[in-house]
C-alpha cells in the first residue's frame, strides 16, 4: 500500500482549494440585508437547490461511515439513502409550499407561527447542539480518518485547516457563498465518488465478482427484528421518524426550500436532490464491500481510507478523489457555520433588538460565525468520543433528538386544536428522555455505569427508541391539550392554517407539474426496485 501522495496530487489537491475559495468570495457583496446574506435574498432556482441540498447532505461522515458501515454489515446501511427519497418527495410536494407560504425565515419559526416562541426558541437551540454534534464533529473525525492514513496528518492538524479555509468564505459571502460552492462541490465529488467506485469494483471483476467474495447476507438491505443495528422494524418505522426530522424540518436543509425563488423551484429542487439520493448506495457503501473483499477483517471505518491509500488507485486520480472528498466535507462544515449562524441572529438577536438595522443583523451574523469557527477548532479533541462506526453513530445520535420535534411539527400540521403548551411541553420531556439517553450511552461505552436498568436503556436498539420516543412525545402532547382543553390558543386559529395549510395545496399554476408527477413516480419505482433486488 502507498500512504503518501504523490506532487501531482497535492497540485491537484491544491487547485481545488484555491477554486472553492474563489468561487466562495466571488459572493462577499451579497449583505446587504439578513435576506441576501442568510437566504441568497430568496432567489434559489431548483439546480441551485437540488445540488445545495444533496452536498450539504453528503459529508465526510458519509464517505468513511458509509463505507465502514458497508465493509462491516453490507448493503443495509444504504436504507437510510433510500428512506430519504420518500421523505424528500414528501417534502416538495407537500411541506415546502407550507413554508413558502408563510414567508417564514428559519423552520423554527414554524412552530411560533403555528405555537408560540418559546417552543420556537427551545428548537433553535437544541438544532445549534445538534449541528455541532452530529454535523461538525462528526464531519472532522470523519475527515481525520482520512487525512491521518493518507497525509499523516492529526484530527486537529486537518481540522484545522479545513475549519478555518471553510469559514473564510462562509464568513464573507454568507449563505451565497455557501451555495455557489456546494453547487460546484456536489457535483465534483460525486464524479469523483463513481470514479473511484469503478476503480474498486474493477479489481475485484465487477458487481458478480464482488458478490463471490462476500457473503450474501452482505446484499441483503432488511435484516432480522433482532439486529443490532438495521432491524427491519426499525428501518421501516423508526428511520422515517428520524428522516422526517432532518429532511422536512431541520433548518440545515430548509434553508435552501426557504431560499428559493418560488415553490416550484423549492419542489423541482427536491427531486433533483431525492433522485440524486439513489446513488450513495453505489458511490459511497459499495466502496466499503470492495474493501471488505480485498482486505478481509478490515476495521469498519478504515475501509474507505484503506482503499483510497491502496495501489489500486493511480498517481493523480487519487488527487481528485481526496479534493472530492473535501469537497463534501467543506459543503457540509459551510453550512452547518452559516445556519447556526442564522438560527442564533434570527432566532435569538433579532427578537431581543427589533430595532436592529439590517447592517447590524449581518454583522451579528459574521461575528457567531467566527466565535463558531473558533469555538469548532476548541473541541476538537472531544471528537476522541464518537464511536468509530461514525455513520451509526451519527443515525444513533440523531435518533434521540429527533423524534420528539417530528411528533411536535407533524401534530402541528395535521391538529388544528393542538395548544402552544401542550407542544412546548410534549416537547421538552421528549428531549429529556432522548438527552438522557444519549448522556447514559455515553456513560456506559465510557464505563462510567453498572445499573442494570440504566444498561437495559442504554441498549435498546436505537432506531426502536426512535419509534418509544415518537410515541411517547406525542401521547404526552394529547395528554396535556386535554388538561388545557378550556384554554384559548391565539396561536392555534385558523390564520395559520389559511395562511399555510390551505393555500398550499392550490398550486395549479405550476407549469411543470405532470412532468414533476412523472419524475417522482418514477423516482419511487427505482427506490422500491432496488429494495425488492436485495430483499
Given at each position: ?46 439546480i ?8 450539504a ?14 465493509a ?67 464531519t ?14 492529526s ?8 475549519v478555518?479555509i ?8 454568507g449563505?451565497?457563498a ?39 447476507d ?5 435484516k ?58 453505489f458511490?459511497?457503501?459499495?466502496p ?13 471505518d ?23 472528498f ?38 451579528v ?12 477548532l ?6 476522541k ?54 448522556v ?96
Open positions: 500500500m502507498e500512504n503518501s501522495i504523490s506532487l501531482f496530487d497535492s497540485i491537484i489537491i491544491f487547485i481545488y482549494l484555491i477554486t472553492v475559495l474563489a468561487i466562495g468570495l466571488k459572493a462577499r457583496n451579497q449583505d446587504k440585508n439578513s435576506a441576501e446574506y442568510f437566504l441568497a435574498n430568496r432567489n434559489l432556482g431548483w441551485a437547490v437540488g445540488i445545495s441540498i444533496f452536498a447532505n453528503i459529508s465526510s461522515e458519509h464517505f468513511i461511515g458509509l463505507a465502514g458501515s458497508g462491516t454489515r453490507g448493503l443495509a446501511v444504504g436504507q437510510f439513502e433510500l428512506i430519504a427519497i420518500f421523505l424528500l418527495i414528501l417534502l416538495g410536494w407537500i411541506i415546502s409550499p407550507i413554508y413558502k407560504n408563510l414567508g417564514i425565515f428559519t423552520s423554527s419559526e414554524f412552530l411560533e407561527k403555528r405555537f408560540d416562541r418559546a417552543s420556537r426558541k427551545f428548537y433553535s437551540g437544541i438544532s445549534i447542539f445538534t449541528y455541532i454534534i452530529t454535523k461538525i464533529l462528526v472532522l473525525f470523519a475527515g481525520g480518518i482520512l487525512f491521518n492514513r493518507i497525509l499523516g496528518w484530527i486537529f492538524s486537518s481540522a484545522s485547516a479545513i478555518l471553510t469559514g473564510i468564505y462562509t464568513l464573507v459571502g449563505f451565497s455557501v451555495v455557489r460552492t456546494q453547487v460546484f462541490q456536489g457535483i465534483f465529488f460525486f464524479i469523483t465518488a463513481f470514479v473511484f467506485t469503478i476503480f474498486g469494483l474493477n479489481e475485484v471483476g465487477g458487481i458478480f465478482g464482488l458478490m463471490e467474495k462476500l457473503p450474501a452482505y446484499f441483503q438491505m432488511f432480522p427484528i433482532d439486529d443490532p443495528e438495521f432491524p427491519w422494524t426499525g428501518i421501516i418505522f423508526g428511520a422515517p421518524i428520524i428522516a422526517f426530522w432532518y429532511w422536512c424540518a431541520d433548518n440545515y436543509i430548509l434553508q435552501r426550500i426557504i431560499a428559493a425563488k418560488s415553490i416550484e423551484n423549492a419542489r423541482s429542487g427536491t427531486l433533483l436532490a431525492s433522485f440524486l439520493k439513489i446513488f450513495p448506495i458511490i459511497l457503501v459499495l466499503g464491500l470492495v474493501s471488505a473483499a480485498l482486505y478481509p477483517g478490515i476495521n469498519g478504515e475501509a474507505y481510507p484503506v482503499l483510497l491509500s491502496s495501489n489500486i488507485i493511480p498517481s493523480g486520480v487519487r488527487g481528485f478523489i481526496i479534493a472530492g473535501l469537497g463534501a466535507m467543506m459543503s457540509s462544515l459551510s453550512a452547518s457555520f452559516n445556519t447556526i449562524s442564522e438560527l442564533y441572529t434570527i432566532d435569538f438577536y433579532k427578537p431581543g433588538h427589533p430595532n436592529a438595522s439590517e447592517r447590524t443583523l449581518v454583522l451574523g459574521r461575528m457567531v460565525t467566527i466565535f463558531i469557527v473558533v469555538f469548532v476548541l473541541i476538537v479533541p472531544f471528537v468520543l464518537i464511536n468509530n462506526q461514525i455513520y451509526i453513530f451519527l443515525q444513533s445520535t440523531q435518533a434521540f433528538i429527533s423524534a420528539p420535534i417530528t411528533a411536535v411539527f407533524i401534530i402541528g400540521l395535521l391538529f388544528k386544536k393542538i395548544k402552544s403548551k401542550s407542544a412546548f411541553i410534549g416537547l421538552i420531556i421528549g428531549e429529556f428522555f432522548g438527552l438522557s439517553r444519549f447514559i450511552e455515553l456513560m456506559m461505552k465510557s464505563n462510567l455505569i453498572s445499573n442494570k436498568i440504566l444498561l437495559a436503556y442504554a441498549k435498546i436498539n436505537y432506531l426502536h427508541f426512535a419509534i418509544f420516543l415518537f410515541l411517547i412525545t406525542s401521547l404526552m402532547i394529547f395528554v396535556f391539550n386535554y388538561l388545557f382543553q378550556s384554554e384559548y390558543d391565539l396561536n392555534a386559529s385558523k390564520n395559520f392554517f389559511s395562511m399555510g395549510m390551505q393555500s398550499s395545496s392550490i398550486d395549479i399554476r405550476m407549469q411543470n407539474i405532470k412532468m414533476n408527477i412523472l419524475i417522482s413516480g418514477v423516482i419511487l419505482i427505482l427506490t422500491i426496485g432496488l429494495w425488492y433486488l436485495f430483499m
